[in-house]
């Protein structure tokens, strides 16, 4: 079975620009989590969607951030603009029931 | 004082020692409990859940101690491939997994 999938794997990007993550959660699952993960704070959960709907984005940083879930098997988080901090290994993961959560690869962005 | 903490480490092991990591947690109304391992550069796998009354898979042992409000983890016989960083997650019983940090442990031939 495939497992979450992620694109880009790797992204470089300069400071102000508009960055794009993209996912796909397995297949039959309708939970779906994006996480960012830093040396400093660990894992961090920036947004939490169920069925399609976000349930709750308390851990996005700033208005720069924005997640879309447009249907059962694609999600996107948006970065505009981007900012050297924002430099951090991106997850998606997904789950069913809530409990069990898997991981997909990781975007590991750089913004200079 | 952090949700969840976790000793960072490295645990520096020969191959076939034992040993333990702690998580310990401020959230006393936490329900559930979850071991993560992750391999550098990689994603976190799901390595075990945490009962109540606590649970082995073969060489790994989790265990909760609700009145001292942490988990943990014993790896027997260790072996090379057991190299990695070892995640805790707490949450309440729905999707709000606090993670911890990290534990790094090297197996040491």
């Known amino acids: ?112 | 004082r952090k949700e969840v903490e976790q000793d960072p480490g490295p645990f520096n092991v020969p191959e076939g020692a034992t040993v333990a990591f702690n998580c310990t947690y401020s959230n006393s109304a936490s329900q559930s409990f979850f071991w993560y391992r992750q391999d550098c550069r990689k994603e976190p796998k799901l390595l075990m859940s945490v009962y109540s009354s606590g649970n082995e898979d073969g060489r790994f042992t989790a265990q909760l101690n609700r009145a001292s409000q942490y988990i943990s983890l014993l790896i027997r016989d260790s072996k090379l491939s057991d190299s990695a960083t070892y995640l805790c997650a707490v949450g309440p019983g729905t999707y709000k997994y606090i993670f911890g940090t990290g534990t790094r442990l090297k197996v040491l031939a």
């Not at chain 1, 992620?6 to 102000?16: A, D, F």
Request: charged share 20%; proline share 8%; hydrophobic share 35%.
């Open chain 1, 1 to 112: 079975d495939a497992g979450v999938i992620q694109s880009p794997r790797h992204e470089v990007t300069e400071m102000g620009q508009e960055v794009t993550l993209r996912c796909k959660p397995i297949s039959g699952h309708n939970s779906l989590f994006w996480y960012r993960q830093t040396m400093m704070r660990g894992l961090e959960l920036l947004i939490y969607f169920n069925n399609n709907v976000p349930i709750d984005d308390s851990g996005m940083p700033e208005d720069r951030f924005s997640a879309k879930m447009p249907n059962a098997s694609f999600s996107t988080l948006k970065i505009q603009p981007s900012e050297p901090r924002d430099s951090a290994v991106y997850f998606c993961a997904s789950s069913f029931p809530v409990d069990t959560q898997y991981f997909g690869p990781g975007t590991r962005l750089t913004v200079l």
